[in-house]
């Protein structure tokens, strides 16, 4: 199931949405936006979590390997790409000075 071609490219494109969504919402477009890029941040993240699992399931070596742990990291770094969550930390991190 992961080897497939369109598989494959599905992830393909949620890795570069990963990679420069957050970005061009930033830049291009407006607060309007946030609800919309949050929605597509969460099923990136749930398909990211869902090619984890299985990964572990389907190749052994996987689990506790260097690309299991990049994985994981650049899967969980997505939450500060979530609005609603970088407001809150943001906001406290600036009010705490």
Known sequence: FLDNPFVNAYLLVMTIYALFGDDF???????EADDAF???TIICMASFFIEI????I???EYLWSFFFWLDFIATVSLILDLSFFAE???ENQVNAT
């Open 25 to 31: 919402r930033n830049v291009a477009l407006g607060k």
């Open 38 to 40: 949050d929605a597509i």
């Open 53 to 56: 699992i299985l990964s572990i």
């Open 58 to 60: 389907a190749r052994r």
């Open 88 to 90: 809150q930390v943001f």
